[in-house]
């Protein structure tokens, strides 16, 4: 059974300051990583998806990579934002194309609070 | 584009009650879910659904059930409610890869 952890649980950390969101895995046999963000009281916005074959995505001060052979992922903020404060999850697609059929397994998320 | 849409967005319930919670998407995808998120523990799927007529349990099914009639449309019932079952549930899409999430339901049980 799949199963995925991210550490921290909670961060907090002043405004500017770079920082690496963890998340690990423990089935290697994935199709793709998500991160998702979610504000409070809100759903979840996708925020980069990385392909098994992939290393890494970039979207603006987000970079995700992605390590398959050690199960394991990180989102590095650059020159964190107070409005970067939200809870960050990670979740991983699991086999190969329709026979999973989407299905998400989810990290508990990590608390980011960016104060100014 | 309205992308998905949930409802109620809020419901409190006495113990043994019923309801059905709907999620409505217009991005024409095949493939729904349900998932119910409780704190530390993350998102959990209840069920899914790989098109119109056609539901599959997920990790935590029991005490729900769900139908997909129209594609655009995915229902998640409680028969009879239960103070496990207060939780935020949300509803997704996807074609494949993104997934797309509504803004949640969130259920009390007393």
């Known amino acids: 059974k799949q199963e995925v952890t991210q550490i921290p649980a909670a961060l907090s950390v002043p405004e500017g300051e770079n920082l690496v969101l963890n998340c690990s895995f423990t089935?290697?046999?994935?199709?793709?990583l998500q991160w998702f963000r979610q504000d409070p009281g809100k759903g979840l916005t996708s925020l980069l998806l990385?392909?098994?074959?992939?290393r890494e995505q970039t979207s603006g001060r987000l970079n995700a990579s992605l390590d398959k052979s050690s199960g394991r992922s990180t989102l590095y903020i650059a020159a964190s934002q107070p409005g970067d404060s939200a809870t960050y999850l990670c979740?991983?697609?699991?086999?190969?194309?329709?026979?999973?059929?989407?299905?998400?397994?989810f990290g508990q998320g990590t608390i980011l609070t960016v104060h100014p | 584009n309205a992308g998905v849409t949930q409802t109620p967005k809020f419901r409190v319930l006495k113990t043994g009650q019923s309801m059905t919670l709907l999620c409505a998407q217009d991005?024409?995808?095949?493939?729904m879910y349900w998932y119910r998120q409780d704190p530390g523990m993350g998102l959990r799927l209840i069920h899914y659904?790989?098109?119109?007529?056609?539901?599959a349990k997920g990790e935590v099914p029991d005490g729900y059930n769900v139908s997909r009639l129209k594609k655009q449309n995915f229902l998640l019932g409680l028969e009879s409610a239960a103070p496990s079952q207060t939780s935020v549930y949300f509803c997704?899409?996807?074609?494949?890869?993104?997934?797309?999430f509504g803004p949640g339901t969130r259920l009390t049980v007393l």
């Open positions: 997704a899409s996807t074609t494949g890869d993104t997934q797309y």
């Open positions: 089935d290697s046999a994935i199709y793709n």
């Open positions: 990385i392909q098994s074959s992939q």
């Open positions: 979740a991983v697609r699991r086999g190969a194309g329709g026979t999973s059929y989407g299905k998400l397994t």
């Open positions: 991005m024409n995808h095949e493939y």
């Open positions: 659904s790989v098109g119109e007529g056609t539901t």
